[in-house]
């Protein structure tokens, strides 16, 4: 296969926030391009989206489900390969759904889905079909973050003892749905947003985060869920204990209402050699910390990194890469996959490095354990059920 990858898009229209990163990111390494798309629930500004991505208006769609239709009777030298979904939490499941069944591979954004029962329907249908799915955990692309994963798994750090993982935003620090700002509005808004606010949108990524660069996995957790501003119906703040799978302790704290933070994600991690730190605003700079020396700073792009931490790195050091190339990432590493598959070839551990529907079902469970633990006074622990 000598072409670039065909991508659609639902949702991502002028009235959206994070389909136009997904678009920068596709573009970034020239594997993919738009051919389609339902870009909003309105088909005006999706009309209108389309023609300002310069697409042809027999491919710009009024629902996603002519889309999925229109689609799969084209050519198969002229229809979408994949398709993007950037839509609110409960619009995930019913396109990614309808995607698998044409034929169609998915990149959806975080959460999976609604309920764990659609994440899990998902994953059968992914084994059932053997499409790809790609989850846009964002801060795992982070060539950092790669380095870190990497230098955990060569027990660098020894036995992992305790994470930290904290999250906290402002932006949600007054009642910014009542504005008419949408992306405030669904989010708060348990019909469109699910179960979790706070927890959902952003624990999720702590969530992840944590059990992507220890290779652990959460197994219970206690926690505790807060609606500081009056009147909203989720969660905007919380904070929880964590158990893994070899011992491991660790507490992970989500807040949007942090008034005066902006994206200030942070995790720490220790084992009985040494520890490390990684912060999202200072992206290319790993810290690790030694028992018996003085502490050592990695910088991306310098000798200082492995392999797959190169693979995941475009410019040389002391240019700075960030919050699109980490995205760019996601989508380089599923393109690979997806290309390597249509050719017929086994995808190598490096195109592989991708979260997947695994990490979905995952951040499924995650929403469910702790909505459950976050608001009672009597249940302590709550396990993640498998
Ligand atoms: N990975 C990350 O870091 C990250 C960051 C932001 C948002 N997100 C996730 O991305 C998703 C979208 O978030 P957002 O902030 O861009 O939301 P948004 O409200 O800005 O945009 C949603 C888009 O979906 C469209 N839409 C809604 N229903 C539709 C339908 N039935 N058919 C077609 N289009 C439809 C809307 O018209 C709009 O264009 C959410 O699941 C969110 O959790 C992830």
């Not at 700002?181 to 019909?191: F, H, L, V």
């Given at each position: 296969?000598?072409?670039?990858?065909?991508m659609?898009?639902?949702?991502?229209?002028?009235?959206?926030?994070?389909?136009?990163?997904h678009r920068?990111?596709?573009?970034?390494?020239?594997?993919?391009?738009?051919?389609?798309?339902?870009?909003?629930?309105?088909?005006?500004?999706?009309?209108?989206?389309?023609?300002?991505?310069f697409?042809?208006?027999?491919?710009?769609?009024?629902?996603?489900?002519?889309?999925?239709?229109?689609?799969?009777?084209?050519?198969?030298?002229?229809?979408?390969?994949?398709?993007?979904?950037?839509?609110?939490?409960?619009?995930?499941?019913?396109?990614?759904?309808?995607?698998?069944?044409?034929?169609?591979?998915v990149?959806?954004?975080?959460?999976?889905?609604?309920?764990?029962?659609?994440?899990?329907t998902?994953?059968?249908?992914?084994?059932?079909?053997?499409?790809?799915?790609?989850?846009?955990?964002t801060?795992?692309?982070?060539?950092?973050v790669?380095?870190?994963?990497?230098?955990?798994?060569?027990?660098?750090?020894?036995?992992?003892?305790r994470?930290?993982?904290?999250y906290?935003?402002?932006?949600?620090?007054?009642?910014?749905?009542?504005?008419?700002?949408?992306?405030?509005?669904w989010?708060?808004?348990p019909?469109?947003?699910?179960?979790?606010?706070?927890?959902?949108?952003?624990?999720?990524?702590?969530?992840?985060?944590?059990?992507?660069?220890?290779?652990?996995?959460?197994?219970?957790?206690?926690?505790?869920?807060?609606?500081?501003?009056?009147?909203?119906?989720?969660?905007?703040?919380?904070?929880?204990?964590?158990?893994?799978?070899?011992?491991?302790?660790?507490?992970?704290?989500?807040?949007?209402?942090?008034?005066?933070?902006?994206?200030?994600?942070?995790?720490?991690?220790?084992?009985?050699?040494?520890?490390?730190?990684?912060?999202?605003?200072e992206?290319?700079?790993?810290?690790?910390?030694?028992?018996?020396?003085?502490?050592?700073?990695?910088?991306?792009?310098?000798?200082?990194?492995?392999a797959?931490?190169?693979?995941?790195?475009?410019?040389?050091?002391?240019?700075?890469?960030?919050?699109?190339?980490?995205?760019?990432?996601?989508?380089?590493?599923?393109s690979?996959?997806?290309?390597?598959?249509?050719?017929?070839?086994?995808?190598?551990?490096?195109?592989?490095?991708?979260?997947?529907?695994?990490?979905?079902?995952?951040?499924?469970?995650?929403?469910?354990?702790?909505?459950?633990?976050?608001?009672?006074?009597t249940?302590?622990?709550?396990?993640?059920?498998?």
């Amino acid at each position: 296969m000598n072409r670039k990858l065909r991508m659609g898009m639902v949702g991502g229209g002028s009235d959206a926030f994070i389909g136009a990163v997904h678009r920068l990111a596709a573009f970034m390494d020239n594997q993919i391009e738009l051919v389609c798309g339902c870009f909003s629930v309105d088909p005006e500004i999706s009309k209108a989206s389309g023609k300002s991505y310069f697409l042809p208006e027999n491919r710009v769609y009024t629902t996603y489900q002519e889309m999925f239709e229109q689609e799969a009777r084209l050519p198969e030298g002229e229809r979408m390969d994949f398709v993007t979904i950037v839509t609110p939490n409960f619009v995930h499941f019913a396109p990614a759904m309808m995607a698998l069944e044409n034929g169609f591979h998915v990149v959806i954004d975080k959460p999976i889905t609604f309920t764990l029962d659609e994440a899990l329907t998902l994953q059968s249908k992914l084994q059932e079909t053997g499409l790809t799915l790609a989850l846009t955990h964002t801060y795992s692309g982070y060539p950092a973050v790669k380095e870190a994963k990497e230098r955990v798994a060569r027990g660098e750090l020894g036995e992992i003892k305790r994470i930290y993982v904290e999250y906290p935003q402002g932006w949600l620090a007054s009642k910014l749905e009542d504005t008419g700002n949408k992306q405030a509005s669904w989010r708060t808004d348990p019909k469109r947003s699910g179960k979790a606010g706070c927890m959902g949108d952003i624990g999720t990524h702590a969530h992840h985060l944590a059990e992507y660069i220890s290779g652990l996995k959460v197994t219970e957790l206690c926690a505790e869920l807060n609606v500081f501003v009056p009147g909203r119906l989720l969660d905007d703040d919380g904070a929880a204990l964590l158990r893994f799978d070899n011992g491991a302790r660790g507490v992970l704290m989500a807040t949007q209402i942090a008034a005066g933070e902006e994206n200030a994600l942070k995790i720490r991690m220790y084992g009985d050699k040494g520890g490390l730190e990684w912060n999202q605003h200072e992206p290319n700079t790993l810290w690790m910390k030694w028992a018996d020396r003085p502490t050592e700073m990695v910088r991306v792009g310098t000798g200082q990194m492995g392999a797959v931490s190169q693979h995941n790195t475009r410019t040389p050091g002391g240019h700075p890469e960030g919050y699109l190339e980490a995205f760019a990432n996601i989508y380089r590493n599923f393109s690979l996959t997806v290309r390597a598959k249509m050719n017929n070839e086994q995808p190598t551990a490096a195109m592989l490095d991708f979260p997947g529907i695994e990490d979905g079902v995952r951040g499924m469970r995650f929403i469910d354990t702790v909505v459950e633990a976050g608001y009672s006074d009597t249940v302590k622990w709550v396990k993640f059920e498998e």
